[in-house]
């Protein structure tokens, strides 16, 4: 979507843009309903044409404006026109759906009550100045704006106030979504590996599997030095796999003329975690410029189930003794 600064405004402002249309859709009601009065009829039909023909077209600003403004905040995709909800926790994304589909449904509405108040508008124009007469001897319902008209407002009012109640939800929150956004959180901060390895940096602290680094094919032909925890390095010696919670840690320096050179390369970790199954962890703070492209950055940090760690799958399968 074209990025201008008027853009950026019309989507940010989308909280109090939609406040325009919906003010005059909320008094659109009243108007109709006194122009069944004989003796405002035709004033106060014009003054609902007007109303409604301003709000509609207002409205469809509003509804630019929240599009672009999902668009940019990620909520729905650059092309797409509703937020995907993948799965139940996404409590934001399927209140977003519900509230556009709910302002699009008055926005269509709308469009209809515009159009039978333009007709009725259009008739009391071209008769003359007695028909407030013969306005007077219409059926109840066929008197002012018409029964039909009006039923049509309360609707379009109804999709919008809905619509409305949902946005608030969103912009100030509510039980559920404070509560999605709060277990979000919480699982961030019990998740003390969501940003660095940090066991994996502790690598020095276990027990050293080896006496002096050897160079390892598999791992990019790196110098290397392994280090597993207490629990697992009696397994991990006898070429077993490691016990549930024990993990290995793989330091590495790059090479230099045929020895380790002082330059770290990245930290490879396994480990058996309590149900069993293997969960690997590749961490380079520091990847050489050289090979940036091949890594997609300056700095990777992966851990499974990233799928750029299937290939330490390939080969070390199901937690045994990785096959050379
Ligand atoms: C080409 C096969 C291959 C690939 C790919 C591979 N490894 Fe390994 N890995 C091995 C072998 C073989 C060993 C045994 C020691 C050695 O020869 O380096 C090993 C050893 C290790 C160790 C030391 C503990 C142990 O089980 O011996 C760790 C930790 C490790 N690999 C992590 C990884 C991670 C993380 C990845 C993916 C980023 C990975 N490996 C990719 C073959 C591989």
Not at 68 to 89: F, M, T
Request: hydrophobic share 45%; net charge positive; proline share 6%.
């Amino acid at each position: 979507m074209i990025a201008s600064p008027l853009i950026e405004l019309i989507a940010r402002e989308h909280p109090a843009f939609v406040h325009i249309p919906l003010g005059l859709v909320a008094v659109l009601p009243l108007a109709m309903l006194a122009s069944f009065n004989a003796r405002h009829g035709r004033v106060l039909t014009g003054t609902s044409f007007f109303l409604a023909g301003i709000g509609w077209l207002a409205s469809s600003l509003a509804l630019f404006s929240g599009l672009v403004w999902g668009r940019q905040i990620n909520l729905i995709a650059p092309s797409g026109y509703l937020p995907v909800v993948a799965s139940e926790k996404q409590v934001l994304q399927r209140i977003l759906q519900v509230h556009i589909l709910a302002a699009v449904s008055g926005f269509l509405v709308g469009g209809v009550c515009v159009f039978l108040l333009w007709r009725v508008w259009r008739q009391n124009f071209s008769s003359d100045a007695s028909s407030d007469h013969r306005h007077a001897g219409r059926r109840f319902w066929e008197r002012g704006v018409g029964a039909p008209a009006l039923l049509m407002a309360v609707i379009w009012l109804g999709c919008w106030g809905f619509s409305g109640k949902l946005g608030g939800i969103m912009v100030f929150g509510n039980e559920a979504t404070n509560k999605a956004a709060a277990e979000a959180d919480a699982a961030k901060r019990n998740d003390a590996e969501a940003d660095l390895p940090i066991r994996a940096l502790d690598y020095a602290s276990l027990e050293p599997a080896d006496t002096a680094p050897s160079r390892s094919k598999a791992h990019g032909d790196r110098w290397r030095r392994i280090w597993v925890t207490a629990s697992g390095i009696d397994a991990y010696k006898a070429g077993k796999p490691l016990p549930p919670g024990a993990y290995a840690v793989m330091s590495t320096f790059t090479d230099d003329k045929g020895k380790p050179s002082t330059e770290p390369g990245p930290l490879y970790m396994k480990e058996t975690k309590g149900d069993g199954t293997t969960a690997f962890a590749f961490y380079w703070p520091r990847v050489p410029e050289a090979l940036q492209k091949d890594f997609g950055g300056d700095s990777v940090y992966w851990r499974s189930p990233d799928p750029k760690l299937a290939t330490c799958l390939g080969c070390h399968e199901k937690g045994g003794a990785a096959t050379k």
